[in-house]
């Protein structure tokens, strides 16, 4: 069975270009993005690592600690980051997990448990290591989504679905389509409108389902 929404993360040991790490202990009181790939040194993965490099304020404002995955060595992602780092224009001061054993992988069910690199692997292998999960500070998994080799992933989308969830998990209110910070959240259809009008005080009735109100700041 795959991991689903809400589910507790594998709990794991893996060594990372910057020491070894125990995920859960890791992850601490904060929110985590863990961001997998197939291989070192490919052509979009870089893009993508140079992307998130270039968002570490951002995450640093949110709370939310990232960590990379590939399932190559710590030497090799020693190389990778300055190669990344390079494009970038920004340090990459994450940790890339060096998931070589694909137990990582396989726990977070990007691959079946008989999956095996041979030698002279390349991404082809790997191709399904292509995932985000964005966990909360309870260790349960939040979100999930899941790129082809060939499109690279909207680290903006990500950032916007981490505040969504920051939002709605800490205000018992929920974010419609293309909701970005600032804008009017939705009010859950188990509050009453009189419970509501106590908690948010204006809102607004679109249908009986939908209403609206300012976000809690």
């Known amino acids: 069975m795959g991991l689903r929404i809400n589910d507790i993360v594998p709990n794991f040991t893996a060594q990372t270009d910057k020491g070894e790490i125990k995920f859960h202990d890791?992850?601490?009181?904060?929110?985590?993005i863990l961001f997998s790939h197939p291989k070192d040194f490919t052509?979009?993965?870089?893009?993508?690592?140079?992307?998130?490099?270039q968002l570490a304020d951002e995450w640093d404002k949110r709370g939310c600690k990232v960590i990379g995955l590939s399932v190559d060595s710590v030497e090799e992602h020693h190389g990778w980051k300055k190669d990344i780092e390079s494009y970038a224009s920004a340090k990459?001061?994450?940790?890339?997990?060096?998931?070589?054993?694909?137990?990582?992988?396989?726990?977070?069910?990007?691959?079946?448990?008989?999956?095996?690199l041979p030698d002279g692997s390349t991404a082809a292998d790997s191709a399904s290591v292509r995932s985000v999960f964005i966990i909360g500070p309870?260790?349960?998994?939040?979100?999930?989504?899941?790129?082809?080799?060939n499109v690279g992933r909207n680290f903006a989308e990500v950032l916007r679905a981490l505040d969504g969830l920051q939002m709605?998990?800490?205000?018992?209110?929920?974010?419609?389509?293309?909701?970005t910070a600032g804008q009017d959240v939705?009010?859950?259809?188990?509050?009453?409108?009189?419970?509501?009008?106590?908690?948010?005080?204006?809102?607004?009735?679109?249908?009986?389902?939908?209403r609206t109100t300012k976000a809690p700041s």
């Open 26 to 32: 890791w992850i601490g009181d904060s929110w985590a």
């Open 43 to 53: 052509p979009v993965c870089t893009t993508e690592f140079g992307a998130v490099s």
């Open 92 to 116: 990459a001061g994450f940790p890339i997990i060096a998931d070589e054993d694909l137990a990582v992988s396989k726990a977070f069910d990007m691959l079946p448990a008989d999956a095996y």
């Open 138 to 149: 309870d260790k349960q998994l939040k979100l999930s989504m899941t790129y082809p080799m």
């Open 168 to 179: 709605a998990n800490g205000n018992g209110v929920a974010t419609p389509a293309n909701w």
């Open 186 to 210: 939705i009010i859950p259809t188990s509050v009453s409108d009189q419970d509501a009008a106590a908690k948010f005080g204006e809102f607004t009735t679109v249908f009986p389902y939908l």
